[in-house]
């Protein structure tokens, strides 16, 4: 094998980093989106005292560094940290042997007639949500979006993967969790009132998940095959057990990770949906059609090419997970450059769906690029919302059924009237969301 290239790549000084700092903490996104555009497709960011940081945005080395040299590419420190914060050893987070153990044990519940589970969850739970936005429309009462995409995916998820709802425990747990990852960007582990914060809600969210191992411990029937499977599932190098704290672990990342992404696709997609009204229309008219006036299921979503097309552009414009992070074991070379051992690297999905040469008229919503229709070609590894290689999202089925489907439910039942038609700022803390509430009416279509 060659030997990489020695040539140091492209990028901003110290100096600039240092007077960038404010905008780095407010729009952490754009910024990586100018430096792309500046400099070009591996950009050198002079973080760490010993080592630097690459942006990657070139979809052959995003193959590279997640499919192909994958082993060379674990998770880089900064972003387990602060998953860390909330997930432990759950499965976004582990590495190694145990990682192998997690995923060959969960995968199979998250495909094909497994996900029915799902399924009969998602038909009950969004029966209350339309209950509940009748009731609100009638009383012209405006609702927070978020929050509304948020409690209804948690319905959803809890009861289909642990047989049971949680209570009202996982929503301050999030906020918890949100706050605090922004101090430890600043304040790195130093004990702010956000940390102590997110260790109680987490110690509230654990002990209510203990329960419900309790529960399905002494249950006679098997409501939740799942956690069973979990139970009885060896580690790897002592050949003990799950412990109770790994798979608590392993509830609250699958719990979070599941229930966030979604929930802010479907928030992104209504309000894209408001700022194109044409494009909202099409979509109506594609279900008038497609599913008539019966209730759309697990199986018969499908066929919903434009609403489809519609969720990929909404999942380009604004990826939940919008910076994925890892290190260089060795030394490799990326796009020419020489990437030293030691190096984290940052694949942005945000700064890759909008790169120009893959992407034409890249700020804009224009669902109808996903039908293939015209000339327009997808490059592989130019759109990857759910990541790619042996660590891809283990729930992609799931979220995109899950998205597909509750969106063929509500449409054609409702219209969301918005309280204000000012543009939506992105706060990207994690993960991508909302910066202000998005309050709507949800008006009944007759
Ligand atoms: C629109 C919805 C979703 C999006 C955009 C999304 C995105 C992603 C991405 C980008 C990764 C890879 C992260 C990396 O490489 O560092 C990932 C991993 C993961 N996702 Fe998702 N996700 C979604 C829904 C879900 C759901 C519904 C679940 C489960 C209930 C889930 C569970 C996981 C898990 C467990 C991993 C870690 C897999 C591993 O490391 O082996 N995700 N997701």
């Known amino acids: ?63 590279r560094i997640l499919t192909h040299r ?30 192998q153990t997690q995923r ?29 936005w009748n009731q609100a429309g009638d009383l012209r009462c405006p609702l927070d979006l978020e929050s509304e ?57 654990r002990a209510r998940m203990h329960e419900v191992l309790a529960d399905v411990a002494a249950a006679t029937t098997q409501p939740a095959p799942m956690l069973h499977a979990l139970r009885h599932t060896r580690e790897p190098r002592s050949g003990l057990p799950m412990s109770e704290d790994q798979l608590l672990d392993e509830m609250v ?18 309000y894209l949906m408001e700022r194109h009204p044409e494009e909202q229309t099409r979509a109506r008219r594609e279900l008038e059609n497609r599913v008539g006036h019966a209730p759309p299921t697990w199986n018969g979503a499908e066929g919903l090419d434009f609403l489809e097309a519609m969720i990929h552009e909404a999942l380009r414009l604004y990826p939940p997970s919008w910076a994925n992070g890892r290190q260089a074991k060795a030394a ?11 190096s984290r690297v940052i694949l942005s999905q945000y700064v890759v769906h909008r790169h120009p040469d893959y992407w034409p008229d890249p700020e804009s919503f224009r669902p109808s690029r996903f039908l293939h229709q015209g000339r327009f070609r997808l490059e592989p590894f130019s759109y990857f919302p759910f990541g790619a290689g042996p660590r891809h999202c283990l729930g992609q089925e799931l979220a995109e059924v899950e998205i597909r489907l509750t969106m063929a439910i509500l449409l054609p039942r409702f219209r969301l009237r918005f309280v204000s038609s000012d543009p939506v700022p992105i706060d990207p803390m994690v993960t991508l969301r909302p910066r202000r509430p998005i309050k709507v009416v949800p008006e009944a279509v007759s």
């Open 70 to 99: 994958w082993k060379n590419y674990p998770k880089a420190p900064l972003f387990r940290r602060l998953s860390q914060l909330g997930f432990g050893r759950g499965l976004v987070n582990s590495e190694g042997d145990l990682w």
């Open 332 to 342: 490799d070379e990326l796009g020419g450059y020489y990437i030293p051992a030691g």
């Open 253 to 270: 990342t699958l719990l979070f990770t599941g229930v966030e992404t979604s929930a802010l696709t479907l928030t992104w997609l209504w």
């Open 1 to 63: 094998m060659k030997p990489p290239s020695r040539q140091a790549a492209p990028g901003p000084r110290v100096g600039r980093l240092i007077r960038d700092l404010p905008r780095i903490a407010r729009e952490p996104h754009r910024w990586l989106l100018d430096l792309r555009n500046e400099y070009g497709d591996v950009v050198r960011l002079p973080f760490g005292a010993r080592s630097s940081a690459y942006l990657i945005s070139h979809p052959r080395d995003i193959h």
């Open 149 to 205: 995409m948020l409690d209804l995916l948690m319905r959803i998820t809890s009861r289909a993967l642990f047989g049971r709802g949680l209570g009202d425990l996982v929503r301050p747990a999030r906020q918890a969790f949100l706050a605090a990852a922004r101090d430890s960007l600043w304040a790195g582990r130093l004990p702010t009132p956000a940390w102590i914060k997110v260790r109680r809600t987490h110690a509230q969210l």
């Open 104 to 132: 060959r044990t969960l995968q199979p519940f998250f495909h094909g007639a497994e996900l029915e589970r799902f399924g009969q969850a998602l038909e009950s739970e969004t029966a209350r949500t339309i209950d509940r």
